[in-house]
Structures are given as C-alpha cells and as structure tokens.
C-alpha cells in the first residue's frame, strides 16, 4: 500500500449525500481539469473563500471532507498546499464531512 496522506476537500453541502455514498467523483468537478481539489489544512479557508467566489455562494452552504489519500494520486499543482486526485476517493477513505461553519472544531 502506498503512503497515504490526509487532505481537505471544499464542496456544496448538497454533495454530502453523494459522497458518503459514492465518494469525491471526478465526473461531477467543475474545475478547468477533470478531478477533484484538494487542500492542506494551512489553506482550508483560502479554499472555501475560492468555492464561494467561483460559485457565488456562502461559506454556511459548502461543507468540508477530510480524507486520505494514497500518495500516488495525488497530483500537484502549481499553488503550495493545493493538490489534484484524478480517481474517485471512496467513501472509505473519508473521515470526516462535516458543514464548512464548524471547521474549527473539526481539526481537533
């Protein structure tokens, strides 16, 4: 098994029903690339500010998902702290999803 590393994963609260039972597809991103974004914790609320702003809503309509990943999916880009997965993160593989207007005390 690869090494696995734990990132955070900005998405409309109406995909929480979706993840948990299908994962994070890559079919539904609405990025420039197909798959899906992901973020260290350092950049956690620069993420949710990003979401907002390209799809015009709040922070209390987003919701938050930490999963871990397997190191060889994860895909770098040009931002620090910001990372693309082109396969679908399982639900297995979530630890947590929670509302966006909670994060603070989902890290603990």
């Given amino acids: 098994?690869?090494?696995?590393?734990?990132?955070?994963?900005?998405?409309?609260?109406?995909?929480?029903?979706?993840?948990?039972?299908?994962?994070?597809?890559?079919?539904?991103?609405?990025?420039?690339?197909?798959?899906?974004?992901?973020?260290?914790e350092e950049r956690i609320y620069?993420?949710?500010?990003?979401?907002?702003?390209?799809?015009?809503?709040?922070?209390?309509?987003?919701?938050?998902?930490?999963a871990t990943i397997e190191a060889k999916y994860i895909i770098r880009t040009c931002f620090r702290g910001v990372y693309g997965v082109d396969v679908v993160v399982r639900p297995s593989a979530v630890l947590r999803l929670a509302p966006s207007f909670i994060y603070d005390n989902l890290a603990e």
């Fill in 46 to 66: 620069w993420a949710i500010a990003h979401v907002c702003a390209r799809r015009s809503l709040v922070p209390s309509s987003l919701c938050i998902c930490l």
């Fill in 1 to 40: 098994m690869d090494r696995l590393i734990t990132l955070w994963h900005i998405t409309p609260e109406k995909n929480k029903e979706s993840i948990l039972a299908f994962g994070v597809l890559v079919s539904l991103s609405e990025g420039r690339r197909q798959w899906s974004y992901w973020v260290e």
